[in-house]
């Protein structure tokens, strides 16, 4: 969370900030690429910026807006669903809402950690709620389902190994396995790193950084380790973890870039395995940056994929130029089947605008609140993040009214596809969020129920499908 100069003044949010500018669309179909056209959905999500600070003039991602734009979509009107992290990753995967707790990042600090919903029994009202299961905590019942859930028991590929429906790729996960967790990975690292848990609850110890540029009791010079299960969206659902060798399988490290003396990167691990060949490319891929590559941090534990200690947009850019050249030169990007989306958890901690008709689930009655941001800090003089940001009308620990925080600001997004995506184009109609792009690629790879809130969601439409084989 970086500061602003921005002061939010809380009221009641009108229409237009609650819906974005692409207005109300509930549960729309939009011009989808026909069945079997996209076949693979990889997805970035890096961390905390503005649409303005990332793709406004004088941004530092320059490898982003120089390199990868160009070759991609823009889609200028897409928005998280909530603050600070968590919430928004959860949202990408299984179309559950925000609830106090994933809105703290399920921290010690925010009140939880790494503990069950509870009661996490579907919502009587599944008409206001479809998906959604009531309760406080971080860590979901096996009943509810993930994309990867959706993948492995619909799979249309029978005969391939079910690590293919789906991957995580976590950066740096298991490096310090005694910190992180997870089993042994041949390539390095620990697979399904995630908290021991004891009657529904444990302890997460990633929360921070270790590294040699760190501080207090997360420096440890003969270890770099930025991996967070916050950021590690698939290790908070038993549908995933209570089953520990499918875990095992489809939640990985993610690997190594490392910069070649004459240009460019040697690559080494799983994601540049997997993507060597489609039919060893899985069908949806979600890559999780390190918190320093993500942009998270402001200065890093250990150093970003370039090698210096700047995170933020720099070290967040500095990932993409590592990576994206794998990635655009894979066999399955090269000949049209895979999606690609770079996109942000959420926007500035000031913005709480929505869009594609968000509504606040059952464990929040404002998506876009952080009871984490609302909590007295003896540190700064008891005051709290969202006073420090300049946030007014809140009182420290208490919720404020209804629809007053509605989501998780206008953060923007890239798609890339060489036949159904237009190099260089802006999507300005959009109003588009991240149920609307689980809902998307729940549509593409075939899978026939939407998960939670992708349910009332829009997919993406002509307006951003808009490349040579769509007809333009």
């Known amino acids: 969370m970086a500061a602003t100069g921005l002061v939010l003044s809380l009221t009641a949010a009108t229409p237009a900030a609650a819906h974005g500018p692409g207005g109300p669309r509930h ?18 999500d890096l961390e905390n910026e503005s649409f303005a600070s990332t793709f406004g003039p004088g941004s530092p991602a320059t490898y982003l807006n120089g390199t990868v734009l160009p070759q991609g979509e823009l889609l200028s ?19 559950q809402a925000p609830n106090l707790l994933t809105s703290s990042d399920c921290t010690t600090a925010g009140g939880g950690a790494y503990l069950d919903v509870r009661p996490g029994t579907p919502d ?33 590929l029978p005969g391939l190994p079910t690590a293919l429906a789906w991957r995580a790729y976590a950066e740096d996960m298991g490096n310090d396995p005694a910190r992180d967790g997870g089993t042994p990975d041949p390539l390095g690292g620990t697979d399904c790193a995630h908290p021991t848990q004891t009657a ?3 302890a997460d110890d990633t929360n921070n950084a270790e590294g040699p540029n760190a501080t207090g009791a997360q420096v440890k010079s003969s270890i770099t380790d930025q991996y967070v299960d916050r950021h590690n969206p698939f290790v908070y659902f038993h549908s995933v973890t209570d089953d520990a060798a499918s875990c095992a399988r489809h939640v990985v490290p993610l690997g190594s870039a490392t910069a070649r003396p004459g240009g460019g990167y040697h690559y080494a691990g799983h994601l540049a395995q997997d993507l060597a060949g489609p039919f060893t490319t899985p ?3 979600l890559v999780s940056p390190n918190v320093c590559d993500d942009g998270h941090d402001d200065t890093c534990a ?46 500035a901690v000031t913005d709480t605008a929505a869009a594609d008709d968000e509504r606040p689930g059952p464990g929040s009655a404002n998506p876009g ?104």
């Open 283 to 285: 069908r949806f891929a």
């Open 124 to 156: 009587a009202d599944q008409a206001r709620y479809p998906g959604q299961v009531d309760g406080q905590g971080c860590v979901y019942p096996s009943g509810v389902a993930t994309i990867g859930d959706q993948l492995q028991s619909a799979s249309d």
């Open 302 to 347: 250990g150093v970003n994929a370039a090698g210096a200690t700047t995170g933020g947009l720099v070290g967040a850019d500095a990932f993409l130029k590592a990576w994206m050249p794998l990635i655009l030169n894979s066999p399955a990007y090269r000949d049209g089947s895979m999606l690609v989306m770079i996109t942000f958890d959420e926007g």
């Open 369 to 472: 609140y952080s009871p984490l941001l609302n909590t007295p800090i003896p540190a700064f003089g008891g005051r709290t993040y969202y006073q420090l940001l300049g946030v007014t009308g809140l009182t420290p620990g208490q919720e404020p009214p209804t629809g007053t925080m509605p989501g998780g600001g206008r953060i923007g997004a890239v798609l890339l596809n060489r036949f159904w995506i237009a190099p260089g184009s802006v999507d300005t109609t959009g109003g588009y969020n991240h149920y609307s792009a689980l809902r998307t690629f729940e549509d593409l790879l075939g899978v026939k129920q939407h998960l939670g809130f992708a349910a009332t969601a829009s997919d993406f439409g002509a307006d951003v499908f808009n490349g040579v084989a769509a007809g333009y």
């Open 27 to 44: 549960g729309v179909d939009g011009a989808l690429p026909p069945a079997g056209a996209i076949g693979h959905v990889l997805v970035i």
């Open 77 to 95: 009107n897409y928005d998280g669903v909530g603050h600070v992290s968590l919430d928004n990753y959860l949202a990408q995967i299984s179309g």
């Open 200 to 202: 529904g609850a444990g």
